[in-house]
T-cell receptor, first 114, second 110 residues
Framework: DAGITQSPRYKITETGRQVTLMCHQT?????MFWYRQDLGHGLRLIYY???????DKGEVPDGYVVSRSKTENFPLTLESATRSQTSVYFC?????????????FGPGTRLTVL | GQSLEQPSEVTAVEGAIVQINCTYQ??????LSWYQQHDGGAPTFLSY????GLEETGRFSSFLSRSDSYGYLLLQELQMKDSASYFC???????????FGTGTRLQVFP
């Protein structure tokens, strides 16, 4: 399928477990991003990547790990899930540096940590 | 750092015009973007203003005044399907981060 996809779409896990959220894009966009969205906070950047093997922290990186070995994939791992990480997670990609370049968002993953 | 302010909620009736304001504080500036998000959906790009003035795309227009650190999104001939959250965003100084405002929830009533 063309575009940007995320899996799983819904996930329930327990505190302390490791969880990996997947993101895949078919456009060969150089930039990829992970955001979390919580009521009252809008979209907050967790990590981003300007190219394969290049990643950098966003506003709220603590408790998360990313990797980008291939241009099209950008998985996000919660090493030891906490209840405060219950949120909706969006992956996005863009063809160039954000701002003047449109970001394309995936459908989101709703994560619940019990 | 950067910060953006926008109203939390705006209401209007079908056919009306509504303006959603966004003020920002940045030490550098690379333009103002707007995104729309329907409940349960993903954000989608609406517009980008890099220079002062008005950009028009159909029923939606976006305005920027860099001297006032201010922009707005103007929605005309409102339709029920315009009920959504609208986010303004600016690029972080000297990095590739896009910083979003907390969003304005627009409710359109018949």
């Amino acid at each position: 399928d063309a575009g940007i996809t995320q899996s799983p779409r819904y996930k329930i896990t327990e505190t302390g477990r490791q969880v990996t959220l997947m993101c895949h894009q078919t456009w060969s966009h150089s930039y990829m991003f992970w955001y979390r969205q919580d009521l009252g906070h809008g979209l907050r950047l967790i990590y981003y990547s300007a190219a394969a093997d290049i990643t950098d922290k966003g506003e709220v990186p603590d408790g998360y790990v990313v990797s980008r070995s291939k241009t099209e994939n950008f998985p996000l791992t919660l090493e030891s899930a906490t209840r405060s990480q219950t949120s909706v997670y969006f992956c996005a990609s863009s063809d160039g540096s954000p701002g003047f370049n449109e970001q394309f968002f995936g459908p989101g993953t709703r994560l619940t940590v019990l | 750092g950067q910060s953006l302010e926008q109203p939390s909620e705006v209401t209007a009736v079908e056919g009306a015009i509504v303006q959603i304001n966004c003020t920002y504080q940045t030490s550098g500036f690379y333009g103002l973007s707007w995104y729309q998000q329907h409940d349960g959906g993903a954000p989608t790009f609406l517009s980008y203003n890099g220079l002062d003035g008005l950009e028009e795309t159909g029923r939606f227009s976006s305005f920027l005044s860099r001297s006032d650190s201010y922009g707005y999104l103007l929605l005309q001939e409102l339709q029920m399907k315009d009920s959504a959250s609208y986010f303004c965003a600016v690029r972080d100084d000297n990095t590739d981060k896009l910083i979003f405002g907390t969003g304005t929830r627009l409710q359109v009533f018949p």
